[in-house]
């Protein structure tokens, strides 16, 4: 089942009734709404003048819900999540700390192969020359110890948007900025998957800064970033100016969660798609399987 990606900009005061998300409004005149929570995946509040009960949190962190947070710039700042996703949570979690060093590099090896597999396709899709990106792709070695990654990420980033001297920067111009909200709900996304497949989305493959509480989830988002790149190139080609995030502009980008994409061979909603990934994650730290599934783009 698709679940839904609800987005809330505007004051409101969000409550539970029946197993169902109230959204009530200031103007008395405003007619409440409802959402079924079990039909929810994640939400995203941004309004400073939105109140939320204590209750609709403890159903929402019940069904696995992501909620994201937003500071006064309306940037993706918070997430929170369950303490508890999975029924054997804590043999999950013995699997996942008692990873091997080998094991680890191998992941990391696999996952920057899709990623710059991924890269390629968007960029052959647009017409641009990919096939040094396909090398690229195919010549990553163990741990990514030549570094790749970043050799695939100059070429591609000078490519993708028609702009030679594009950089890529959590602090750079647009369209910087629809990126960093993009990969933003993106992160969410794969940290509630990760936790639903009963791991800590703390403890990464590679990635591994004391300060950062989700290694894990920004380590399996990489080969998935693509997608994102594909909706901001078409607010790019599409919109006049993306210098602001607007409201319809974050609803695009929102999208993420249900746009298709190819895994092992078959159509399915990102956020499914996702599902699927962390969970053949799981079998490959627990030993039953040496495979990450990963979409490819195509």
């Known amino acids: ?52 009960t204590n209750g609709l949190l403890e159903k929402l962190i019940y069904n696995n819900v992501a909620i994201i947070n937003c500071d006064q710039q309306h940037m993706p700042i918070g997430l929170l999540m369950p303490l508890s996703g999975h029924s054997e949570q804590t043999e999950r979690f013995k699997h996942q700390i008692n990873a091997s060093l080998p094991l680890k590099k191998n992941l990391w090896q696999q996952t920057i192969s899709a990623k710059i597999t991924n890269q390629a396709g968007l960029l052959k899709e647009k017409g641009i020359p990919a096939r040094k990106m396909e090398l690229w792709a195919k010549e990553v070695t163990s741990g990514d110890s030549l570094n790749h990654e970043s050799r695939a990420a100059v070429y591609y980033w000078s490519k993708l948007f028609g702009d030679e001297n594009f950089s890529r920067s959590q602090k750079g111009l647009a369209p910087n900025n629809l990126l960093n909200y993009g990969y933003a709900i993106l992160r969410g996304i794969t940290a509630r998957a990760l936790v639903s497949s009963g791991m800590l989305p703390t403890l990464g493959i590679f990635h591994r800064n004391k300060y950062n509480a989700y290694c894990l989830a920004d380590d399996i988002m990489e080969p998935y970033r693509p997608y994102v790149d594909l909706i901001v190139s078409h607010i790019v080609e599409t919109e006049d100016n993306y210098d602001e995030l607007t409201v319809e502009l974050k609803k695009q980008l929102l999208s993420i969660a249900s746009i298709d994409v190819q895994l092992d061979g ?11 990934t962390t969970n053949s994650l799981y079998e490959c730290f627990e030993g039953s399987s040496r495979r990450i599934l990963y979409p490819v783009y195509v």
Do not use: C, H, W
Request: hydrophobic residues 40%.
């Open 266 to 276: 078959k159509s399915s909603p990102l956020m499914v798609a996702m599902s699927r």
């Open 1 to 52: 089942m698709i679940k839904r990606t609800l987005f809330f900009g505007n004051p409101a005061y969000l409550s539970t009734k029946n197993e169902q998300l109230l959204v009530s409004y200031p103007d008395k005149d405003q007619e409440s709404k409802t959402v079924a929570i079990e039909d929810i995946g994640v939400i995203v509040i941004e309004n400073q003048q939105i109140t939320i």
